[in-house]
C-alpha cells in the first residue's frame, strides 16, 4: 500500500488554511516517496519561502500521455500544485479520462493547461471536453489566441484563466490587448506568466501594467526564464532578482513551475516535513 498526501481539514486552523499530512491510500498507481518532496535550495530564497509552489508536466515531454507517472513525478517536486498540460488537443481525452477515475493525487491546488497545438477540433467541441473535467481542477489556463467565439468560452466561467503571451504571439500580450477578453468574460482570471512578460518588455513595465489592471483576475504564476528561441527554461539567478518585486506582488496565488529544477536546486532544504500549513489559493 503506498504511502500518499493528501490534504487534511483541521478544525484549529483558519478557514483558509490546511494541513499537509501523510495518509495511506490503496488501489492507485501515483506512489509519492518522501512526505514533502524538495523544491529549491536555500540560495533561491524568494522561491523557497513561498508557500504554494508547484510544476507543469508541459516541460516532461518524455512522459506525455502517461497521466499517473506524470502525477508521479510532479509530486517529487512539490506535492503543493500541479499543472496538468495537455498542450497537444490528443492528449486531452487521455486526461479527461484519467481525471474522470478519480485519481489519488497529493495536490493542494489542481490546474490544467488547454490545448495550443494540433487543434483538430471546432472551437465549441473543445470547450465542450474541458468543461468535463472535474470540480477538482480549479483552473484551465488557455491561450488568448486561440479564444474566438467568445460566447462558446462562457461555460467554462471562473475556472477559464487566460494566460498573457510572449513577444513571439501577435496578441495577448499586453494589459490593453486582454482588455477586451476579460470584459467579454467578466468571470475569467489571469495566468501571470512572468517570463512571457519579460519577453515582451525587459524593463517588466508590462508586467507591472498585467498586475495593476489584472490584479483582481490574478489566478496564479506561470514562473521560468527563457531562452533566445522563447522556450521555457529554468529560472536562472538575473531573473529571479529582476521578477522579485513583481513576485510579491503574486504571494497569494500558486506558483507554477515551467521548467524543471536546476540540479543544484534539487538538494533544496526540507523545512516543510511532515505537517506544512499553507494558504488557500483563490479560485
Known sequence: MPTQLAALPQKALGARDLVIAPVLAAGTRV??????????DARSALISRHLTVGCSTGYMVDARGDWPGLVERSAATSTLAVELSALSE????????FLG??????????????????LALAEQERVRLLTQLPPRVRAIVVHPDLLEDLDAWQPVG???????????????QTADQLVPLFDALPLAGLCFDIAHAKHVDPSLEEGRALLDRFA????????????????????????????????????????????????????????????????????
Open 90 to 97: 490528443d492528449e486531452l481525452p487521455g486526461l479527461i479520462d
Open 31 to 40: 506512489r509519492v516517496s518522501g512526505v514533502v518532496p524538495s523544491l529549491l
Open 101 to 118: 477515475s478519480d485519481p489519488s493525487m497529493p495536490f493542494h491546488y489542481v490546474s490544467v493547461h488547454a490545448p495550443s497545438k494540433g
Open 158 to 172: 471562473r475556472r477559464l484563466v487566460i494566460e498573457n503571451m510572449d513577444d513571439r504571439k501577435s496578441s495577448g
Open 216 to 283: 483582481d483576475r490574478l489566478r496564479h504564476v506561470h514562473l521560468s526564464s527563457l531562452d533566445q528561441d522563447g522556450h521555457h527554461v529554468p529560472l536562472t539567478g538575473e531573473d529571479e532578482e529582476l521578477f522579485t518585486v513583481l513576485l510579491q506582488r503574486c504571494r497569494d496565488v500558486p506558483w507554477v513551475l515551467e521548467a524543471p529544477l536546476r540540479e543544484r536546486s534539487r538538494r533544496r532544504l526540507r523545512a516543510l516535513s511532515g505537517r506544512a500549513r499553507i494558504p488557500r489559493p483563490p479560485g
